[in-house]
């Protein structure tokens, strides 16, 4: 999944499966995480959620006791932040200084082990739930005979991108085979009407716009101390 996808799809998990009616947005305002939060916020209302409020903040904030003492007026049923992981430890400290405590969500800009040294003991248990685009290595038969596969061939386990970068390669030769050419202007076209290319990742397939069709969103949280995976759901563009 694209960022958009990710971003929708959080969205969507916020109200359906978490029920959050009232959400509230706090961004950095760079072109990641203001990003990231327009396509939450999309993803909410198309689910029949609101934001309730949204909060700029800038990506070199440390200080977040203004934003968190409106969501204590606010009082919102959760918390989305598009940003950095740093930040999010720090406004995750703030709020449970302030004795606001609702669920915290984000995008993969917070989804890093390093979460739990900068928030502290602000985590508290199934508190965070945070995205990463693609299946995480393991989820399926396919990716598990890749990792059998490079483990063998290279004596280490593969590493997280391991996976898509063989899909990527793969589905460049599906189109060079199909075009009797590896010369860009042959082949290229024919990449573009890839739809249904059986990968290690999944059946891939492009949209006009040249992103997959479909893709995958890992979430996950935090339990004593460690990032553990939630469950996978499928992101569709918005």
């Known amino acids: 999944a694209d960022d958009r996808q990710l971003g929708h799809a959080m969205g969507r998990y916020a109200v359906e499966r978490l029920k959050g009616r009232r959400i509230a947005i706090v961004d950095d305002r760079t072109a990641y995480g203001e990003g990231i939060a327009d396509e939450f916020a999309g993803g909410v209302e198309a689910a029949g959620g609101r934001i309730a409020v949204r909060e700029p903040t800038h990506d070199r904030e440390a200080d977040f006791r203004r934003i968190v003492a409106r969501l204590k007026t606010i009082q919102p049923d959760l918390v989305f932040y598009g940003g950095m992981d740093h930040q999010a430890g720090a406004l995750l400290r703030d709020m449970a200084s302030a004795g606001v405590q609702v669920p915290l969500l984000g995008g ?84 573009a009407t890839t739809r249904a290319h059986p990968g290690v990742t999944d059946t891939i397939g492009f949209s006009p716009d040249g992103n997959l069709a479909s893709g995958w969103v890992m979430l996950y949280t935090y339990r004593n101390g460690r990032r553990e995976v939630l469950e996978a759901v499928r992101a569709v563009g918005p």
């Open 108 to 191: 993969d800009g917070i989804c890093t082990l390093d979460l739990v040294a900068f928030a502290g003991s602000a985590v508290r248990q199934d508190f965070i739930v945070c995205g990463e685009s693609g299946l995480a290595l393991g989820r399926t038969p396919q990716s598990r005979a890749f990792q059998a596969a490079f483990r063998k061939r290279f004596g280490i386990d593969a590493q997280l991108y391991a996976p898509f970068v063989y899909d990527a390669v793969m589905v460049m030769a599906d189109a060079m085979a199909r075009a009797g050419s590896a010369e860009p202007q042959h082949y290229l076209p024919l990449l």
